[in-house]
């Protein structure tokens, strides 16, 4: 209740006064409310003394900046949004001859609620999404490790160098998402890679590169080439469940009669689920690994090479893990309700 350097209220106050009054010892009051005893006397010292009973309210410190400057800093921050602190900082004191410190140069930032933070969309779940999460999740909340073993996931990742890597942008307290596109910020990446790829418990599956635009029959392909040779040497008995989400080149009528005609064993998967997939967790790694050696990547056949290299590098130890994620992973929807996880 009276930790030091906490501002008490005055309920807290009237407390201590009131007991004291009831000639209760100062010690023994700071022992009760768990306060130091220091605190206790001045409160009752002030009471005794000057009979207030009641905080007196903080001056502070003065401003250094007028409103009229902080609408400028405001300006200059919205005009730069990818400029860092220290550059924005340089040019408010160049430009408007005023010197100020870091410190308080923070300090305001706060004032005018300005943040540097990363420029990531965030995706708000609707109750549709949520129920089907739900639903999902009470189907296979008692699945062990060794029944999610049985289970292949797949995906398809769009790797960009030049684009890809974490933008951090300057934003008010009362913005959300900022679009470079509407700004003319929007930077073309120097060069991407389509790549579909599957993992097992027995560690990563096939990789594969994709040309130009993903369809239905070049998705049919992928299945034909990528997918039966994984089932074919970890999976000879037919014990398996292959995942793939619910885009629309999955779901269309030519890869349904393509699965059905095959008896390829698929699962159902609940939209706007990425957090429970685990093979988006290799593609964050994958794409760190890419970054590390991005010197090296000049065009596109440079980024399909380093790719295979860092895909073929990941670990059994470390999928086999994601996999024995997956039932708290599950568990963590169903307390949050089929809101998306962390994870």
Known sequence: MGRKGKELSNEVRRMVIGMYRNRMSVTGIGKLLQMPRSTVSTICVSWRDHNKSTRTKRR????????????????????????TKAMILAKFQRIYDVS????????????????????????????????????????????????????????????????????YVW??????????????????????????????????????????????QGYLDILEENVWPVIAKHFPRGDYIFQDDG?????????????????????????????????????????????????????SEDLKRIIRKAWDDIQVNYIRSLYSSLPRRLMKVATLKGHRTRY
Request: one cysteine or more; charged letters at 30%.
């Open 60 to 83: 502070g410190k003065k401003r250094m900046l007028k409103n009229s400057y902080l609408r400028r800093l405001r300006l200059l921050i919205l005009t730069g949004r990818f400029e």
């Open 100 to 167: 100020i410190s870091r410190s308080t140069f923070k300090r305001y930032l706060k004032v005018i609620g300005a943040s540097r933070r990363p420029n990531c969309k965030k995706e708000v779940t609707i109750l549709r999404h949520r129920k089907a999460r739900l639903a999902w999740v009470k189907q296979r909340k008692f699945w062990t490790v060794q029944q999610w073993s049985k289970v292949i996931f797949s995906d398809e990742c769009c790797v960009k160098i030049g684009q890809d890597k974490r933008v």
């Open 171 to 216: 934003k008010m307290a009362d913005e959300g998402y900022y679009r470079p596109d509407l700004y003319g910020d929007n930077k073309k990446p120097k060069c991407q890679v389509m790549i579909w790829g599957c993992i097992s418990w027995f560690g990563v599956g096939t990789i594969s590169a994709i040309d130009g635009t993903l369809n239905s």
């Open 247 to 299: 885009a629309s080149i999955h779901t269309a009528h030519l890869i349904r009669n393509y699965k059905q005609r095959t008896g390829m064993k698929t699962m159902t998967w609940p939209a706007k689920s990425p957090d429970l997939n685990i093979i988006e967790n290799l593609w964050m790694i994958l794409k760190h690994k890419i970054h590390q050696d991005i010197d090296l990547i000049k065009n």
